[in-house]
């Protein structure tokens, strides 16, 4: 297993256009997170999936934001509509839990989006 | 709500040094976690440590060592004879217990320290 992976690495897109990202956790992995983080601030929680499930999303996940984890397996990030704030670092995370046995959480290396 | 605190943006050491960085934490909680992160350069974010609030016991790993102190809310993070290849960002983070309990990673984060250690 190669951790989680997250494509592209590297995202430029001109303000007003759509950008999806992926995430593919470690595949025994049942949770899925999406975090953001902002240039010299540290990750700030988007939402996140158990299964297919999203089961939590914070008030940063405007409704130009939508995640997805069709089969419980990989997720997509789609923005629409790009602000120049949206620039930032997408953090995917997965884990593990049962409830009688939770993993800790593994991140990918993000995906870096520049919006100009 | 809870809020995590980093007060030191970048400390700078010399090999060989030992160095802390600081934590302090807010919650309304009396349960909850806490965690330690490291950001290398490439990006991802590596797991150090996690410890919720019912056990204060300090805890050392090799050449590091964790410090929990209600008292204070503070959970600070100490490199022994620190490396180059501990330069990094370092993140603190808390979860309240109604994710933590279920085995969520909804985490709040501190705004990180950049420690860079020199040859």
């Known amino acids: 297993d190669t951790g989680v992976s997250q494509n592209p690495r590297h995202k430029i897109t001109k303000r007003g256009q759509n950008v999806t990202f992926r995430c593919d956790p470690i595949?025994?992995?049942?949770?899925l997170y999406w975090y953001r983080q902002t240039l010299g601030q540290g990750p700030e929680f988007l939402t996140y999936?158990?299964?297919?499930?999203?089961?939590?999303k914070s008030r940063l996940l405007s409704d130009r934001f939508s995640a997805e984890r069709p089969k419980g397996s990989f997720s997509t990030l789609e923005i629409q509509r790009t602000e120049q704030g949206d620039s930032a670092m997408y953090l995917c995370?997965?884990?593990?839990?049962?409830?009688?046995?939770?993993?800790?959480?593994?991140f990918g290396q993000g995906t870096r989006l520049t919006v100009v | 709500a809870q809020k995590v605190t980093q007060a030191q943006t970048e400390i700078s050491v010399v090999e060989k040094e030992d160095v802390t960085l600081d934590c302090v934490y807010e919650?309304?909680?009396?349960?909850?976690?806490l965690f330690w992160y490291k950001q290398p350069p490439s990006g991802e974010l590596v797991f150090l440590i996690r410890?919720?609030?019912?056990?204060?016991q300090n805890e050392i790993s090799g050449r590091y060592s964790w410090n929990f102190q209600k008292s204070t809310s503070s959970f600070n993070f100490t490199i022994t004879a620190s490396q180059v290849v501990d330069s990094a960002v370092y993140f603190c983070?808390?979860?309240?217990?109604?994710?933590?309990?279920?085995?969520?990673?909804?985490?709040?984060f501190g705004k990180g320290t950049k420690l860079s250690v020199i040859p």
């Open positions: 995370a997965s884990s593990f839990t049962t409830g009688l046995r939770n993993t800790e959480a593994f």
């Open positions: 595949s025994e992995h049942n949770r």
């Open positions: 999936f158990q299964n297919e499930a999203q089961l939590e």
């Open positions: 919650t309304r909680d009396t349960t909850y976690y």
């Open positions: 410890r919720n609030s019912f056990d204060e």
């Open positions: 983070a808390l979860s309240e217990s109604q994710y933590s309990g279920a085995g969520s990673y909804q985490l709040t």
